[in-house]
Protein backbone atom coordinates (compact mmCIF):
# COMPACT_ATOMS: atom_id res chain seq x y z
CA UNK A 1 0.00 0.00 0.00
CA UNK A 2 1.58 3.42 -1.04
CA UNK A 3 2.13 6.15 1.55
CA UNK A 4 -0.86 8.76 2.37
CA UNK A 5 0.98 12.28 2.15
CA UNK A 6 -1.10 15.18 2.70
CA UNK A 7 -0.54 18.80 1.42
CA UNK A 8 -1.43 21.30 4.04
CA UNK A 9 -1.77 24.55 2.10
CA UNK A 10 -2.29 22.18 -1.49
CA UNK A 11 -4.22 25.44 -3.25
CA UNK A 12 -0.66 27.18 -3.25
CA UNK A 13 1.52 27.13 -6.33
CA UNK A 14 4.04 25.92 -4.86
CA UNK A 15 2.57 23.02 -2.68
CA UNK A 16 -0.40 22.31 -5.35
CA UNK A 17 2.60 21.80 -7.67
CA UNK A 18 4.42 19.09 -5.21
CA UNK A 19 1.18 17.13 -4.86
CA UNK A 20 0.85 16.31 -8.50
CA UNK A 21 5.22 14.95 -8.37
CA UNK A 22 3.52 13.18 -5.43
CA UNK A 23 1.19 11.86 -7.46
CA UNK A 24 3.24 11.02 -10.32
CA UNK A 25 5.56 9.01 -7.74
CA UNK A 26 3.07 6.98 -6.72
CA UNK A 27 2.36 8.03 -2.98
CA UNK A 28 -1.45 8.35 -2.29
CA UNK A 29 -1.95 12.18 -2.40
CA UNK A 30 -5.09 14.73 -0.62
CA UNK A 31 -4.82 18.60 1.28
CA UNK A 32 -6.38 20.75 1.81
CA UNK A 33 -6.57 24.72 1.83
CA UNK A 34 -8.33 27.96 2.96
CA UNK A 35 -9.68 28.52 -0.70
CA UNK A 36 -8.91 26.52 -4.20
CA UNK A 37 -9.21 28.40 -7.41
CA UNK A 38 -8.05 28.03 -10.84
CA UNK A 39 -5.49 27.60 -12.80
CA UNK A 40 -4.57 25.30 -9.25
CA UNK A 41 -8.32 23.91 -8.45
CA UNK A 42 -8.05 22.81 -12.09
CA UNK A 43 -4.76 20.72 -12.07
CA UNK A 44 -5.46 19.20 -8.99
CA UNK A 45 -9.04 17.87 -10.39
CA UNK A 46 -7.35 16.42 -13.42
CA UNK A 47 -4.50 14.90 -11.56
CA UNK A 48 -7.17 13.13 -9.71
CA UNK A 49 -6.03 14.86 -6.38
CA UNK A 50 -9.07 15.28 -3.19
CA UNK A 51 -8.41 18.86 -2.28
CA UNK A 52 -10.68 20.39 0.60
CA UNK A 53 -11.11 23.49 1.82
CA UNK A 54 -10.89 24.53 4.90
CA UNK A 55 -8.47 23.41 7.98
CA UNK A 56 -10.72 21.16 9.74
CA UNK A 57 -8.66 18.66 11.79
CA UNK A 58 -11.13 15.75 11.14
CA UNK A 59 -9.56 15.29 7.42
CA UNK A 60 -6.14 14.31 9.52
CA UNK A 61 -7.81 11.26 10.69
CA UNK A 62 -6.59 8.46 10.31
CA UNK A 63 -3.31 10.58 10.45
CA UNK A 64 -1.45 10.39 7.13
CA UNK A 65 2.18 8.80 7.06
CA UNK A 66 3.56 12.53 6.65
CA UNK A 67 2.13 15.84 6.19
CA UNK A 68 3.52 18.32 3.95
CA UNK A 69 3.14 22.10 5.53
CA UNK A 70 3.06 24.82 3.10
CA UNK A 71 4.26 28.64 4.63
CA UNK A 72 0.64 30.65 3.00
CA UNK A 73 -1.90 31.19 6.02
CA UNK A 74 -0.22 28.45 8.32
CA UNK A 75 0.73 30.10 11.47
CA UNK A 76 0.49 28.73 14.80
CA UNK A 77 -3.04 29.13 16.37
CA UNK A 78 -4.12 27.52 12.81
CA UNK A 79 -6.74 24.32 13.66
CA UNK A 80 -4.92 21.77 11.81
CA UNK A 81 -1.27 22.96 12.71
CA UNK A 82 -2.53 22.87 16.23
CA UNK A 83 -3.71 19.21 16.11
CA UNK A 84 -0.75 18.06 14.36
CA UNK A 85 1.88 19.02 16.85
CA UNK A 86 -0.60 18.13 19.66
CA UNK A 87 -0.46 14.59 18.73
CA UNK A 88 3.30 14.64 17.18
CA UNK A 89 2.11 14.08 13.85
CA UNK A 90 4.99 13.38 11.07
CA UNK A 91 5.79 16.88 8.93
CA UNK A 92 7.75 18.80 7.34
CA UNK A 93 7.79 21.93 4.86
CA UNK A 94 6.99 21.20 1.36
CA UNK A 95 10.31 23.00 0.10
CA UNK A 96 12.28 20.65 2.46
CA UNK A 97 9.89 17.70 0.99
CA UNK A 98 11.03 18.86 -2.41
CA UNK A 99 14.58 18.78 -2.31
CA UNK A 100 15.60 15.70 -0.32
CA UNK A 101 13.09 13.96 -1.77
CA UNK A 102 12.59 14.89 -5.76
CA UNK A 103 15.70 16.97 -6.02
CA UNK A 104 18.33 14.64 -4.05
CA UNK A 105 20.91 13.44 -7.22
CA UNK A 106 19.47 15.36 -9.96
CA UNK A 107 21.02 18.53 -11.87
CA UNK A 108 18.42 21.02 -10.26
CA UNK A 109 18.40 24.40 -12.67
CA UNK A 110 16.75 26.78 -10.52
CA UNK A 111 15.17 30.14 -11.44
CA UNK A 112 15.69 32.88 -8.76
CA UNK A 113 14.96 36.17 -8.72
CA UNK A 114 12.72 38.53 -8.13
CA UNK A 115 10.58 38.74 -11.07
CA UNK A 116 10.39 36.73 -14.06
CA UNK A 117 10.76 33.23 -12.30
CA UNK A 118 7.81 32.04 -13.45
CA UNK A 119 8.21 32.62 -17.27
CA UNK A 120 11.64 32.04 -17.07
CA UNK A 121 11.32 28.29 -15.56
CA UNK A 122 8.73 27.24 -18.18
CA UNK A 123 11.17 28.76 -21.00
CA UNK A 124 14.01 26.30 -19.66
CA UNK A 125 11.86 23.47 -19.37
CA UNK A 126 10.41 24.00 -22.48
CA UNK A 127 13.71 24.13 -23.85
CA UNK A 128 14.63 21.27 -22.26
CA UNK A 129 11.44 18.89 -23.27
CA UNK A 130 12.00 19.95 -27.23
CA UNK A 131 15.67 19.08 -26.83
CA UNK A 132 14.76 15.56 -26.18
CA UNK A 133 16.03 15.52 -22.28
CA UNK A 134 12.29 14.91 -20.92
CA UNK A 135 13.22 16.88 -17.35
CA UNK A 136 11.50 17.15 -14.44
CA UNK A 137 10.05 20.33 -13.30
CA UNK A 138 7.89 22.63 -11.04
CA UNK A 139 7.17 25.78 -11.97
CA UNK A 140 4.94 28.43 -10.17
CA UNK A 141 1.92 29.17 -12.56
CA UNK A 142 0.46 27.14 -15.72
CA UNK A 143 2.46 27.04 -18.59
CA UNK A 144 0.69 26.82 -21.91
CA UNK A 145 3.24 24.73 -23.42
CA UNK A 146 2.57 21.83 -21.04
CA UNK A 147 -0.76 20.43 -19.52
CA UNK A 148 0.37 20.48 -16.20
CA UNK A 149 2.88 22.51 -13.62
CA UNK A 150 5.20 19.70 -12.11
CA UNK A 151 6.51 16.48 -13.51
CA UNK A 152 8.60 14.31 -12.88
CA UNK A 153 10.71 13.47 -15.68
CA UNK A 154 13.22 10.52 -16.10
CA UNK A 155 16.42 12.34 -16.90
CA UNK A 156 18.50 14.13 -14.55
CA UNK A 157 17.89 17.33 -15.47
CA UNK A 158 15.07 19.35 -13.24
CA UNK A 159 14.23 22.72 -13.29
CA UNK A 160 12.44 24.39 -10.14
CA UNK A 161 10.94 28.05 -9.28
CA UNK A 162 12.98 28.77 -6.80
CA UNK A 163 11.44 31.47 -4.30
CA UNK A 164 12.90 33.46 -1.74
CA UNK A 165 9.92 33.62 0.24
CA UNK A 166 10.19 32.02 3.85
CA UNK A 167 9.52 27.82 3.82
CA UNK A 168 7.27 27.49 6.80
CA UNK A 169 5.95 28.59 10.16
CA UNK A 170 9.18 26.63 11.61
CA UNK A 171 11.89 27.31 9.30
CA UNK A 172 12.20 30.86 8.18
CA UNK A 173 14.87 30.67 5.70
CA UNK A 174 14.37 31.12 2.05
CA UNK A 175 12.53 27.96 0.02
CA UNK A 176 16.01 27.73 -2.04
CA UNK A 177 17.82 27.01 0.28
CA UNK A 178 16.41 23.53 -0.12
CA UNK A 179 17.18 22.92 -3.50
CA UNK A 180 20.80 22.86 -4.02
CA UNK A 181 21.10 23.77 -8.01
CA UNK A 182 23.90 23.01 -10.43
CA UNK A 183 22.77 25.71 -12.74
CA UNK A 184 21.14 28.96 -11.05
CA UNK A 185 19.75 31.59 -13.09
CA UNK A 186 18.89 34.93 -10.95
CA UNK A 187 16.90 37.24 -12.97
CA UNK A 188 17.00 40.49 -10.93
CA UNK A 189 17.17 41.45 -7.26
CA UNK A 190 14.55 44.11 -5.83
CA UNK A 191 12.67 44.86 -2.29
CA UNK A 192 9.99 42.90 -2.18
CA UNK A 193 7.89 40.32 0.72
CA UNK A 194 7.49 43.57 3.27
CA UNK A 195 5.65 41.53 5.53
CA UNK A 196 8.72 39.15 5.90
CA UNK A 197 12.18 41.12 4.88
CA UNK A 198 12.70 44.57 6.89
CA UNK A 199 14.71 45.47 4.28
CA UNK A 200 16.84 45.01 0.99
CA UNK A 201 19.81 43.96 2.76
CA UNK A 202 17.32 40.65 5.06
CA UNK A 203 16.89 39.55 1.58
CA UNK A 204 20.64 40.10 -0.35
CA UNK A 205 21.19 37.67 2.97
CA UNK A 206 19.12 34.83 2.15
CA UNK A 207 20.59 34.87 -1.82
CA UNK A 208 23.65 34.84 -0.62
CA UNK A 209 22.96 31.20 1.48
CA UNK A 210 21.55 30.32 -1.79
CA UNK A 211 24.96 31.07 -3.80
CA UNK A 212 26.73 29.44 -1.22
CA UNK A 213 25.41 26.13 -2.20
CA UNK A 214 26.16 26.21 -5.85
CA UNK A 215 29.11 23.44 -6.16
CA UNK A 216 32.38 25.17 -7.81
CA UNK A 217 31.80 23.13 -10.97
CA UNK A 218 27.84 24.66 -11.52
CA UNK A 219 26.87 28.44 -13.11
CA UNK A 220 25.31 31.09 -12.04
CA UNK A 221 23.34 33.06 -14.71
CA UNK A 222 23.40 36.80 -13.15
CA UNK A 223 22.01 40.04 -14.80
CA UNK A 224 25.37 42.65 -15.64
CA UNK A 225 23.40 46.15 -14.18
CA UNK A 226 21.62 44.69 -11.42
CA UNK A 227 23.42 45.99 -8.45
CA UNK A 228 21.52 44.81 -5.69
CA UNK A 229 22.36 41.16 -6.52
CA UNK A 230 26.27 42.38 -7.82
CA UNK A 231 26.62 43.40 -4.12
CA UNK A 232 25.47 39.83 -3.20
CA UNK A 233 28.24 38.48 -5.44
CA UNK A 234 30.99 40.56 -3.76
CA UNK A 235 30.26 38.82 -0.55
CA UNK A 236 31.47 35.90 -1.95
CA UNK A 237 31.08 33.42 -5.03
CA UNK A 238 32.70 29.95 -5.58
CA UNK A 239 30.76 29.26 -9.10
CA UNK A 240 31.65 30.28 -12.65
CA UNK A 241 29.51 33.33 -13.51
CA UNK A 242 28.08 34.62 -16.93
CA UNK A 243 26.46 37.67 -17.27
CA UNK A 244 22.86 38.67 -18.76
CA UNK A 245 22.81 42.16 -20.19
CA UNK A 246 23.44 44.79 -22.72
CA UNK A 247 27.14 45.54 -21.28
CA UNK A 248 29.91 43.77 -18.80
CA UNK A 249 28.98 45.02 -15.19
CA UNK A 250 30.59 47.42 -13.45
CA UNK A 251 32.06 46.11 -11.12
CA UNK A 252 33.28 42.10 -12.36
CA UNK A 253 33.76 39.93 -9.57
CA UNK A 254 36.95 37.00 -9.55
CA UNK A 255 34.34 34.67 -10.93
CA UNK A 256 33.31 35.64 -14.13
CA UNK A 257 33.80 34.12 -17.34
CA UNK A 258 33.51 36.65 -19.25
CA UNK A 259 30.41 35.38 -21.21
CA UNK A 260 27.97 38.21 -21.67
CA UNK A 261 24.50 37.01 -23.14
CA UNK A 262 22.51 39.64 -24.48
CA UNK A 263 19.66 40.89 -27.96
CA UNK A 264 19.52 43.09 -30.49
CA UNK A 265 16.16 44.07 -31.60
CA UNK A 266 17.48 46.27 -34.26
CA UNK A 267 14.97 44.34 -36.75
CA UNK A 268 12.35 45.20 -39.11
CA UNK A 269 10.27 42.91 -36.98
CA UNK A 270 9.07 44.38 -34.09
CA UNK A 271 8.17 40.75 -32.66
CA UNK A 272 11.51 39.33 -33.38
CA UNK A 273 14.72 39.84 -31.81
CA UNK A 274 18.64 38.86 -32.03
CA UNK A 275 20.70 35.77 -29.57
CA UNK A 276 23.94 37.38 -28.85
CA UNK A 277 26.31 35.36 -26.62
CA UNK A 278 29.49 37.98 -26.95
CA UNK A 279 28.98 40.37 -29.57
CA UNK A 280 27.82 37.63 -31.86
CA UNK A 281 24.70 36.64 -33.12
CA UNK A 282 23.35 32.73 -32.41
CA UNK A 283 19.61 33.24 -34.01
CA UNK A 284 16.58 34.74 -34.22
CA UNK A 285 13.72 34.41 -31.79
CA UNK A 286 9.82 35.43 -33.09
CA UNK A 287 7.43 35.42 -30.92
CA UNK A 288 4.05 37.15 -29.44
CA UNK A 289 5.45 37.81 -25.93
CA UNK A 290 5.71 41.49 -24.94
CA UNK A 291 8.58 43.74 -23.08
CA UNK A 292 12.25 43.85 -22.72
CA UNK A 293 11.46 41.61 -19.80
CA UNK A 294 10.76 38.76 -21.50
CA UNK A 295 14.00 38.94 -23.91
CA UNK A 296 15.88 38.71 -20.51
CA UNK A 297 13.49 36.21 -19.25
CA UNK A 298 14.77 34.20 -22.76
CA UNK A 299 18.22 34.42 -23.04
CA UNK A 300 18.71 33.29 -19.49
CA UNK A 301 16.63 30.18 -20.37
CA UNK A 302 18.94 29.60 -23.60
CA UNK A 303 22.20 30.12 -21.51
CA UNK A 304 21.19 27.99 -18.32
CA UNK A 305 19.79 25.07 -21.06
CA UNK A 306 23.44 25.38 -22.77
CA UNK A 307 25.35 24.44 -19.43
CA UNK A 308 23.17 21.43 -19.67
CA UNK A 309 24.61 20.52 -23.05
CA UNK A 310 21.83 21.88 -25.42
CA UNK A 311 23.35 24.01 -28.22
CA UNK A 312 22.01 27.06 -28.37
CA UNK A 313 19.95 26.66 -32.01
CA UNK A 314 18.28 23.88 -30.56
CA UNK A 315 16.77 26.97 -27.72
CA UNK A 316 16.03 29.17 -29.96
CA UNK A 317 14.40 26.70 -32.45
CA UNK A 318 12.47 25.97 -29.13
CA UNK A 319 11.58 29.54 -28.50
CA UNK A 320 9.73 30.39 -31.69
CA UNK A 321 7.49 27.69 -30.22
CA UNK A 322 7.23 29.25 -26.92
CA UNK A 323 3.29 29.88 -26.07
CA UNK A 324 3.70 32.06 -22.68
CA UNK A 325 2.30 31.23 -19.24
CA UNK A 326 -0.98 31.69 -17.84
CA UNK A 327 -1.53 34.40 -15.88
CA UNK A 328 1.06 36.25 -17.50
CA UNK A 329 -0.39 38.85 -20.02
CA UNK A 330 -3.05 36.33 -21.42
CA UNK A 331 -5.85 37.05 -23.37
CA UNK A 332 -8.91 36.13 -22.32
CA UNK A 333 -11.29 38.57 -24.09
CA UNK A 334 -10.78 40.14 -27.67
CA UNK A 335 -13.29 41.36 -30.42
CA UNK A 336 -12.27 43.85 -33.26
CA UNK A 337 -11.94 47.52 -30.84
CA UNK A 338 -11.09 45.82 -27.25
CA UNK A 339 -8.24 43.14 -26.26
CA UNK A 340 -8.26 42.05 -22.44
CA UNK A 341 -5.62 40.67 -20.27
CA UNK A 342 -5.03 38.83 -17.06
CA UNK A 343 -1.84 39.21 -15.56
CA UNK A 344 -0.36 38.77 -12.21
CA UNK A 345 1.40 41.66 -11.51
CA UNK A 346 3.22 40.95 -7.80
CA UNK A 347 5.15 44.49 -7.56
CA UNK A 348 5.37 47.82 -8.83
CA UNK A 349 8.60 47.00 -11.43
CA UNK A 350 6.53 44.01 -12.55
CA UNK A 351 3.53 46.30 -13.59
CA UNK A 352 5.75 49.27 -15.44
CA UNK A 353 7.65 46.69 -17.02
CA UNK A 354 5.07 44.63 -18.21
CA UNK A 355 2.46 48.13 -19.29
CA UNK A 356 6.12 49.65 -21.12
CA UNK A 357 5.88 45.69 -23.18
CA UNK A 358 2.62 46.38 -23.57
CA UNK A 359 2.84 50.03 -25.00
CA UNK A 360 6.06 49.58 -26.92
CA UNK A 361 3.77 46.74 -29.12
CA UNK A 362 0.79 49.14 -29.16
CA UNK A 363 1.79 52.62 -29.65
CA UNK A 364 -1.25 54.37 -30.59
CA UNK A 365 -4.00 52.39 -28.60
CA UNK A 366 -5.39 52.92 -25.27
CA UNK A 367 -4.30 51.32 -22.33
CA UNK A 368 -6.34 51.00 -19.06
CA UNK A 369 -4.11 49.21 -16.33
CA UNK A 370 -7.03 48.05 -13.59
CA UNK A 371 -4.65 46.86 -10.88
CA UNK A 372 -5.61 45.37 -7.22
CA UNK A 373 -2.57 45.76 -4.84
CA UNK A 374 -3.15 42.35 -2.73
CA UNK A 375 0.77 41.27 -2.48
CA UNK A 376 1.70 41.91 1.14
CA UNK A 377 4.63 43.99 0.25
CA UNK A 378 2.09 46.23 -1.87
CA UNK A 379 -1.25 45.83 0.50
CA UNK A 380 1.47 47.10 3.13
CA UNK A 381 1.53 50.76 1.26
CA UNK A 382 5.30 49.83 1.64
CA UNK A 383 6.30 50.63 -1.79
CA UNK A 384 3.58 53.94 -2.44
CA UNK A 385 5.96 55.97 -4.23
CA UNK A 386 6.74 53.06 -6.58
CA UNK A 387 3.10 52.58 -7.28
CA UNK A 388 2.55 56.36 -8.54
CA UNK A 389 4.77 55.95 -11.37
CA UNK A 390 4.69 52.42 -12.42
CA UNK A 391 1.77 52.96 -14.24
CA UNK A 392 3.46 55.63 -16.47
CA UNK A 393 2.86 53.44 -20.21
CA UNK A 394 -0.73 53.72 -19.58
CA UNK A 395 -2.93 56.45 -20.21
CA UNK A 396 -5.23 55.81 -17.26
CA UNK A 397 -5.35 53.55 -14.07
CA UNK A 398 -7.90 52.11 -11.74
CA UNK A 399 -7.38 50.57 -8.30
CA UNK A 400 -9.31 48.31 -6.44
CA UNK A 401 -9.55 48.54 -2.88
CA UNK A 402 -9.90 45.28 -1.38
CA UNK A 403 -10.43 44.55 2.30
CA UNK A 404 -7.04 43.83 3.25
CA UNK A 405 -5.69 47.36 2.34
CA UNK A 406 -5.49 49.46 4.88
CA UNK A 407 -3.77 52.75 3.62
CA UNK A 408 -5.51 55.42 1.33
CA UNK A 409 -5.88 54.63 -1.87
CA UNK A 410 -7.44 57.48 -2.67
CA UNK A 411 -4.30 59.49 -2.32
CA UNK A 412 -2.28 57.17 -4.45
CA UNK A 413 -5.16 57.60 -7.11
CA UNK A 414 -4.34 61.30 -6.17
CA UNK A 415 -0.61 61.34 -6.76
CA UNK A 416 -0.55 59.28 -9.87
CA UNK A 417 1.46 59.88 -12.52
CA UNK A 418 -1.74 59.34 -15.07
CA UNK A 419 -4.99 59.74 -14.77
CA UNK A 420 -6.28 57.19 -11.87
CA UNK A 421 -9.65 56.93 -9.72
CA UNK A 422 -10.91 54.02 -6.97
CA UNK A 423 -13.33 51.46 -7.18
CA UNK A 424 -14.64 48.96 -4.42
CA UNK A 425 -16.75 46.98 -5.96
CA UNK A 426 -16.01 44.48 -8.99
CA UNK A 427 -19.32 45.13 -10.27
CA UNK A 428 -18.69 48.82 -10.54
CA UNK A 429 -15.33 47.75 -11.60
CA UNK A 430 -16.76 46.20 -14.70
CA UNK A 431 -19.34 48.52 -15.10
CA UNK A 432 -16.98 51.70 -15.39
CA UNK A 433 -15.09 49.76 -17.88
CA UNK A 434 -18.69 48.71 -20.27
CA UNK A 435 -19.53 52.46 -20.43
CA UNK A 436 -16.18 53.43 -21.72
CA UNK A 437 -16.48 55.48 -24.92
CA UNK A 438 -15.32 54.02 -28.24
CA UNK A 439 -12.38 54.76 -29.68
CA UNK A 440 -11.95 56.36 -32.99
CA UNK A 441 -9.65 56.14 -35.81
CA UNK A 442 -9.30 52.40 -35.63
CA UNK A 443 -7.55 52.78 -32.39
CA UNK A 444 -7.96 49.52 -29.72
CA UNK A 445 -8.80 49.50 -26.06
CA UNK A 446 -6.27 47.04 -24.24
CA UNK A 447 -7.67 45.99 -20.18
CA UNK A 448 -5.02 44.90 -18.49
CA UNK A 449 -6.10 43.18 -15.39
CA UNK A 450 -3.43 42.99 -13.14
CA UNK A 451 -3.80 40.77 -9.47
CA UNK A 452 -2.29 38.40 -7.85
CA UNK A 453 -5.10 36.54 -6.63
CA UNK A 454 -9.18 35.78 -7.85
CA UNK A 455 -9.77 39.18 -7.77
CA UNK A 456 -13.32 38.85 -6.43
CA UNK A 457 -14.11 37.08 -9.74
CA UNK A 458 -13.76 40.01 -12.10
CA UNK A 459 -12.65 37.85 -14.92
CA UNK A 460 -15.72 36.01 -15.65
CA UNK A 461 -17.41 39.30 -14.83
CA UNK A 462 -15.67 41.34 -17.37
CA UNK A 463 -15.57 38.65 -19.80
CA UNK A 464 -19.61 37.70 -19.41
CA UNK A 465 -20.28 41.99 -19.88
CA UNK A 466 -18.03 42.78 -22.61
CA UNK A 467 -19.43 39.27 -24.57
CA UNK A 468 -23.07 40.72 -24.41
CA UNK A 469 -21.70 44.06 -25.12
CA UNK A 470 -20.57 42.85 -28.82
CA UNK A 471 -23.84 41.10 -29.19
Not at 275 to 298: E, F, P
Amino acid sequence: MSKHLYFLGIGGTLMGSLAQLAKQMGFEVSGSDGAIYPPMSDQLSRADIRAFEGFDPAQLEPPPDQIIVGNAGLPRGNAAIEYILERNLSYTSGAEWLGNTVLRNRWVLAVAGTHGKTTTASMLAWILDQAGLNPGYLIGGAPNNFEQSARIGDSPFFVVEADEYDTSYFDRRAKFVHYRPRTLIVNNLEYDHADIFPDIAAIQAQFHLLLRTVPAGGLVLAPSDDEAFNDVLHQGCWSEIARVGDKAPRKPVEQDSGDLWSTNQSLADPEAFEVLLNGAGQGIIKWTLKGAHNRSNAINAIAAARHAGVPTNVSIEALNKFSGVKRRMEVIFEDPSTVIYDDFAHHPTAIRTTLQGLRDNASADEIVAIIEPRTHTMSLGTLQADLTTCCAAADRVIWFRGRNIKWDVQQLASDCVVDANVEDSTDKLVEHLLQLPKLEGGRRRHLVIMSNGAFDNIYSKIIAGFTALGQ
